[in-house]
């Protein structure tokens, strides 16, 4: 059933944990909380394992109060990144401790226990791996074992928060896919709480941006990077430059290029243009609006590189991104000039002193305007 967070706001003395967050998490979804340290995604969390309780707002569950429902009612499983094990159990008594700690009434007969765990732990890929200790464990494992341990209960909401923070790169790439895969197998709503935001792009279905407490926006991965509602999103969300625009000769531009007709007709003085490295075009020709730019290093990555590019006209440096295989064939290193411009960018108004006018931002594409104004900010 669809879980409705309505208006939520938890304060620690002064400070605002979380401000004024409402949300729709719809069944079977999986949705990211993704946002800086101290933005509020633990304490969102905790509120929806019943650990915490908000000052005001509420959460409904289909006709239910959710939060008037104790945490054992709510059928939600948890992991946390630190999530320590019980050292003194096995792996299988770990799994099933869940169960055997239920009330005799509802606790399942012993072999069901028992059959229960062989196949979670099947599920987990550490079939064999029973009678181990969490010490003789492996970090990628261990978290595979709170995972059974979190869904021998049955839960339908699986909050997880930073699992798999302690592990190195390879090790998690390869169990956030497959937990994505289990997520769609048991058909789980699952809530994931990262900072990572390529774990978050890959992931979720959907991700919540949330910065100081506050959703800032509520999207597919394709929305949250393509149209970011608010410059924190833009900035938060992949790398991007950030070009400042001002009014020359009547048109927002920046160094004399200027990001289409101006939606705004005249009525604010400054903007910022925000351009993804992926969209910086590295060879436009001189009859176009560009910048003559000095490609001062070349950053190899693996199957892309990073360009660093100077760009005197703007007094600033900016970055572009090309495939490394298109290095040689445009015949690209450093030293050489070239004359760059943007392909596609958002813009934001500001006002005279740099803050955002919340709404007011347009996404422009070489050849075309495409006017948006007000998108999914919460
Ligand atoms: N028990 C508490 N007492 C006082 N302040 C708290 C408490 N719990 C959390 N906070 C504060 O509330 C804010 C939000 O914390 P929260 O743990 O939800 O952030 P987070 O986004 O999960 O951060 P991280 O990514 O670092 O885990 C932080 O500034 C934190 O210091």
């Known amino acids: 059933m669809t879980l409705e ?5 938890r304060r620690y003395s002064d400070f605002a944990a979380l401000d004024d967050v409402s949300l729709t998490i719809a069944p079977g979804e999986f949705l990211a909380l993704l946002g800086p340290s101290g933005s509020g995604k633990t304490t969102l969390l905790r509120i929806l394992a019943g650990l915490d309780y908000p000052d005001s707002g509420g959460i409904r569950r289909g006709d239910e109060d959710f939060l008037a429902m104790r945490a054992r009612e709510r059928g939600v499983g948890l992991v946390f990144q630190h999530y320590a094990l019980f ?19 509802s606790r399942p007969a012993r072999a069901e226990i028992a059959m229960r765990v062989e196949r979670l732990l099947q599920r987990v890929q550490l079939d064999g791996l029973g009678s181990r200790y969490p ?6 494992q261990r978290q595979r074992v709170a995972l059974a341990r979190a869904l021998a209960v049955e839960p339908d909401l699986l909050l997880l928060d930073e699992p798999f923070g302690a592990l190195d790169a390879q090790v998690r790439v390869s169990l956030r896919r497959w937990l994505r895969e289990l997520h769609e197998e048991l058909g789980l709503t699952t809530v994931f709480v990262t900072h ?9 279905d959907r991700i919540a941006v949330m910065n100081h407490g506050r959703i800032e926006q509520v999207g597919s991965s394709a929305a949250i990077y393509q149209q970011p509602a608010t410059p924190f999103v ?36 400054h903007a910022i243009a925000y351009v993804r490295p992926e969209h910086l075009a590295l060879a436009v020709p001189a009859a176009q609006p560009g910048w003559t730019a000095y490609l001062r290093h070349v950053y190899p ?20 991104d090309v495939a490394t295989d298109d290095l040689a064939r445009l015949g690209l290193h450093a030293g050489m000039p070239l004359r760059v411009a943007p392909r596609s960018a958002v813009v934001f108004a500001q006002t ?11 996404s422009w594409h070489a050849g075309q305007v495409a006017p948006r104004r007000h998108c999914v900010t919460l």
């Open 196 to 204: 990572d935001q390529e774990e978050a792009l890959e992931l979720a």
């Open 5 to 9: 967070l309505s208006r939520l706001r």
């Open 87 to 105: 050292r003194h159990l096995s792996v299988t008594e770990n799994i099933a401790f869940g169960l055997r700690v239920r009330p005799r009434r």
């Open 135 to 140: 010490a003789q464990l492996s970090g990628g």
């Open 234 to 269: 833009c900035e938060f969300i992949g790398k991007v430059n950030r070009l400042p625009l001002r009014r020359e000769r009547g048109r927002l531009a920046a160094g004399g290029w200027v990001p289409g007709d101006d939606p705004w007709r005249g009525r604010y003085e």
């Open 352 to 362: 005279e002193d740099g803050t955002p006018l919340p709404g007011e931002r347009w």
């Open 301 to 320: 990555a693996g199957s892309i590189a990073h360009l660093e590019l100077a760009v005197d006209s703007l007094h600033q440096t900016l970055e572009a």
